[in-house]
């Protein structure tokens, strides 16, 4: 009797796309967690398939609430390596995995090595095509800070070496990783 695939959810902060997944994931008995840098679960996932880590969004709501933005953003985007880190330990060999841009690089490698898919969650266009854009209005509008944490986008970059298949909302995000040399099927990986 074949084994029914396991999945990991793994989102930092609250993403109402990530948890519609893990709620489809859970409904049919196909979740083995949702991990999240928060102190609140998902609605339609029990306490036994959630994984917590709220000193994650404490540091991250501390930094937000005291910091001008890009720098409370840079902050947020520099908890990803610990989120990683905390959620890779809790993967078994077999397991899928589906997180967005650079919150699970380390983990995204591991199920790889291990037998399982990774899937990203892109919730924006490919980071060089989403660099350029904001990039673009940066210099329209005169803002001197950088579209992003430039630390945050070499990890959304690095990550799409280990990922199988992307989510992709839209035509247009769908076409920024064609444009990049993604393949349309059977998977989106480049290589």
Not at 36 to 63: C, S, Y
Not at 164 to 184: C, E, N, W
Request: proline share 8%; aromatic share 10%.
């Amino acid at each position: 009797m074949p084994v029914k695939p396991s999945y990991v959810v793994a989102t930092p902060g609250h993403c109402h796309f990530d948890e519609d997944k893990a709620r489809a994931l859970a409904n049919h008995g196909l979740l083995h967690f949702v991990a999240k840098g928060t102190r609140r679960g998902t609605n339609g996932v029990t306490p036994e398939q959630t994984r917590l880590n709220p000193r994650i969004g404490l540091v991250a709501t501390a930094a937000a609430r005291t910091l001008p933005t890009f720098r409370a953003e840079s902050i947020r985007f520099g908890l990803n390596p610990w989120f990683d880190r905390w959620v890779k330990k809790q993967l078994r060999p077999g397991d899928h995995i589906i997180s967005s841009f650079g919150y699970a690089n380390e983990s995204f490698r591991w199920v790889r090595e291990h037998g399982g898919k990774t899937f990203l969650s892109a919730g924006n266009s490919h980071p060089e095509n989403f660099w350029a854009i904001i990039s673009e209005e940066h210099r329209r509008w005169g803002c001197t800070d950088p579209p992003i944490s430039p630390q945050h986008h070499e990890r959304a970059k690095a990550m799409l070496a280990d990922t199988d298949y992307i989510f992709a909302p839209s035509s247009f995000v769908a076409q920024s990783f064609l444009t990049r040399g993604f393949k349309p099927e059977p998977s989106c990986r480049s290589r």
